[in-house]
């Protein structure tokens, strides 16, 4: 799957990876965008990020396919998660 991005996806992607109060799953997955749209192997990226390569390919493919919709969680199945109060 080649990334190829816009420059306001561009923009987003560097903005994200470089926020200090956004989510460390947030940014990595901004970071494994950045590198594939650079050309880089899941394979390398995952080296360079410390990640599985399953985990780059997940990422990566749902981007392809979503942009940056994909980067979101789907929501899970399973009991909602609730507190009582």
Excluded: C
């Excluded at 956004?22 to 990595?28: G, L, N």
């Excluded at 979503?66 to 929501?75: A, M, N, S, T, Y």
């Amino acid at each position: 799957f080649k990334i190829i991005l816009t420059k306001k996806e561009q923009n987003y992607l560097n903005s994200l990876a470089r926020k200090y109060t956004a989510h460390y799953r947030d940014v990595m997955r901004a970071q494994v965008i950045l590198f594939a749209a650079k050309g880089m192997e899941n394979e390398e990226i995952g080296q360079k990020l410390n990640l599985p390569r399953k985990t780059v390919s997940k990422w990566r493919k749902r981007f392809f396919y979503e942009r940056k919709q994909g980067l979101v969680d789907k929501p899970r199945v399973g009991r909602p998660f609730f507190f009582s109060l």
